[in-house]
């Protein structure tokens, strides 16, 4: 009761009938409290906004540890007492511990990979966009949709609950192979921190089944009148096989997840064989640690498609809205994404060609992988003919989009060499991985969420953000990526490995000191400007300009027909039915024609 | 105090930024949002035409600097390498083609179609001849890339030669343990159960099989030049990986499963001091596989060298059955048939639990 009071002072754009006699009652089914608005919300838009928020407070945090341990590789030889202030026994003497440092890695990738790149970007744009662009009031079941968000708050509450443990956090990478991680002996970091870790993603895992499940029910039942398959804007495919994706391999990891943590804590031996760790013998036998790298892969591979394909729906929309043109090969378009999903499922153990797999079946794999350059490739050709005689505006969604094609390119072609097994024998675990997935899955996908952050932000808030802090966020990033991991490829063709705190003691490998020095320090400095992107973010939210017209990108697609600041529910009136596709820009001379409106018998065909 | 100052100053900065993009927002109002967006299209439009120029002379450069320190510059040090730098080449070749082409088309058409009021834009919703020409133009390449890539990588997989030199290779937190047939060139039957390093069994060797009795073990590599070695890979705690960067080669060290791996040296230590012009190089074997807070530093080291040379080692090297049995004797003077049913007595003991 209490709680219905303190809410409605807040309330601006409530349906106003209620206000007379608000006090203390709640009679009034239309008001909406503080916590069920803002925090139990089962609006979609809210629970985008929910994701997007946990997913930025994420990204702050996972990308400060790679800020701290790029400061261990770029300045090895140094101190940092500041460090050891803030650290304790973790950075004595102002030097971050070997046993930190793998600790920062492991969480920098649980992180941004899960947190971040799929709760984060799947979860914010897949709430938001999927019933706003097909014509739905809501998601099939906001209460599902509701305790997805809870259930990955909880994991996020688990994990950053890890961080405080005596022992740390889990920090055997965020692969987290056993027998490594399923031994306490063996590293600090597979104690209690490992535990946690495996509850946490179980969690997580929960969070993006509901979701998940969600997502593709509501695309398949609840389009609008008119809304064909064939007719859904490209973003709205992604999601879906972003979707089918997780819902088919999340399951897998939470399997392997459950027999290691059998392992750690019941005594059996799904993964243990014959093992003598410290000189202690095992009684473990006939496991086998391979097991957990195919169950871990079969979901870890899709997982960065799942990370990637959203990115991809999002930039082919804000390409063809801002060159003025429809997006090119939109059938081919779908037609690759859906192949990147199935392909997604039969590559996985490209991660696993140096673990004695049996070449015969390598060369299966081998094969599956580099045929994703096939549809890839179409992409790239596509959205370059989209770009082609467009009339390009650059707004800074259309930046970041052009700069995810860049880097979509270049992190591409790497994976050419590394799902190769011959080189993969000579690059594998070394810095050219590292700036293989960092460029196409990390940043690339990095900018299709900041893309699609600048483009929908006038649709979550009614205001834009300021275009000058977007020019430099997005230039400063775009540079600093390329500085950051293209250097990184040298040192993986010097044979580097990955997950090294400190090179000096090694003759192959000492060579690089400056350029790590380099790296780490133009790693900094895009840190920093991506703290301008979030205050650019909270301060436009109360102050940005306002948005005075419904559709100001002038876009075809369902979204820009509700309200500046839709409510619950999306649409005052009837939901509008849709008569064509969302692509119809500077067709018969025209800029746009919006998909609600009916074809005229004078228009031309495509 | 600098740390303070360091923190001021950015704080300081972070706020001039913000002012003045704040103050540009107004001016933008007052100027004409129409006029603003022209302005700005035409800024970034020129930004990706110099990005394209400058980001290929970065790259050139890059390239200048860097190459020397990299393995490409230097000769593969075993034959499997060489065919493993023919296919590196191949595919930079293909893969730097497609880079050149797409990355110069992509910021090219950013800068040629940036907005005019005179352009409308081109309305090209498909081509099914385009579409096809992408499709299978990659198609094509990838098939020979998969193609050479596979025929190397059976030929790198396959079994070892029959004459090559067996090395058993054993991983643990965070050293190399080698272990070598002796005369009889069969490696003596392991049992972890065995394995007890304060008592010289660090490997777990039965020393009730005979064939373990001429084992030599070795913290570090001998090789022979030109002759084929095969590598018998174990691990006895976590996940470790044996990287052998200068012969390009890798392979995973996996508890309770051996994996194998085989390759022949071209050189010897002393000439790729010669070839890489650095009188310090050491063939080194780095663990590639997160290992634990010590993975950093798990070095092993390889010689290669002569045959005369690797003969003249090879005298030198007693085999541990020998120590073992030579330590307990000192300890307890006693029979070898007793030290056999001690050393039996002591792997039938109950395990203890963990």
Known sequence: MSITTVSTGHESEVSTSAHGHHEGHHEHHHEESFISKYVFSQDHKMIAKQFLITGMIWAVIGGLFSVLFRLQLGYPEMSFPILEDLFGKWAAGGRISNEFYYALVTMHGTILVFFVLTAGLSGTFANFLIPLQIGARDMASPMLNMLSYWFFFLASIIMFA???????????????????????????????????????????????????????????????????????????????????????????????????????????????????????????????????????????????????????????????????????????????????????????????????????????????????????????????????????????????????????????????????????????????????????????????????????????????????????HFWVSLVGAYLIFWPMHYQGLAGMPRRYTDFSNWESFKNFGEMNRFISTVAMIVFVVQLLFIFNFFYSIWKGRKVTSQNPWGANTLEWTAPIRPGHGNWPGEIPEVHRWAYDYGKDGRDFIAQTEPISDSESKH | MTTFFIVAILVLAFILVFQISKASEYVSVLKGEDKTFKQNNRINAFLFIAFLVLGLAGAWWCNEVFYDRTLLAQPAASDHGEKIDTMLWLTLAVTGLVFFITQIALFWFAFKYQYTEKRKAFYFAHSNKLELIWTVVPAIFLTVLVGMGLFYWFNITSDAPKDAQIVEITGKQFNWMMRYPGKDGVLGRKNYRLTDASNGNALGVDWEDEASHDDLESTEMHLVVGKPVQLVINAQDVIHDVGLVHFRLKMDAVPGIPTTMWFTPKYTTEQMKQLTGNKNFVYEISCDQMCGSGHYSMKGLIIVETQEEYDKWLAQQKPQYMTVSAAKKEAAPASADTLQTKLNVEASKPLAKN
């Open chain 1, 162 to 472: 890890s961080m405080f443990i005596q022992t740390g956090p889990a920090s055997g990478g965020w692969t987290i192979y056993p027998p490594l991680s399923a031994l306490g002996q063996a590293s600090e970091g597979s104690k209690l921190g490992m535990d946690y870790w495996l509850v946490s993603m179980a969690m997580f895992i929960v969070s993006s089944l509901l979701g998940g499940l969600n997502y593709i029910s509501t695309i398949l039942n609840m389009r609008t009148k008119g809304m064909t398959m064939t007719r859904l804007p490209l973003t709205i495919w992604a999601l879906f096989f972003t979707a089918v994706l997780g819902v088919l391999s999340f399951p897998v990891l939470l399997s392997g997840a459950i027999l290691l943590l059998f392992d750690r804590n019941l005594g059996t031996s799904f993964y243990l064989s014959e093992i003598v760790v410290k000189g202690e013998i095992l009684p473990n036998e006939g496991g086998s640690a391979i097991l957990f790298q195919h169950l871990f892969w079969f979901l870890g591979h899709p997982e960065v498609y799942i990370i990637l394909l959203p990115a991809l729906g999002m930039v082919s929309e804000i390409l063809s809205v801002n060159s003025r043109k429809p997006i090119f090969g939109y059938l081919a378009m779908v037609g690759s994404l859906f192949a990147i999903a199935i392909l997604a499922f039969l590559v996985w153990a490209h991660h696993m060609f140096v673990t004695g797999l049996n070449p015969f079946l390598g060369a299966f794999f081998v094969l599956l992988t580099l045929l994703i350059a096939v549809p890839s490739a179409i992409k790239v050709f596509n959205w370059l003919t989209t770009l082609w005689r467009g009339n390009l505006r650059f707004t800074p969604a259309m930046l970041f989009a052009i700069g995810f094609v860049s880097l979509f390119i270049s992190g591409g072609l790497t994976g050419i060499f590394l799902g190769n097994s011959t080189l993969d024998i000579h690059l594998h675990d070394t810095y050219f991985v590292v700036a293989h997935f960092h460029i196409v899955m990390g940043v690339a996908s990095m900018f299709g969420m900041f893309a699609g952050v600048y483009h929908w932000y006038p649709k979550m808030y009614g205001r834009y953000m300021n275009n000058t802090l977007a020019y430099i």
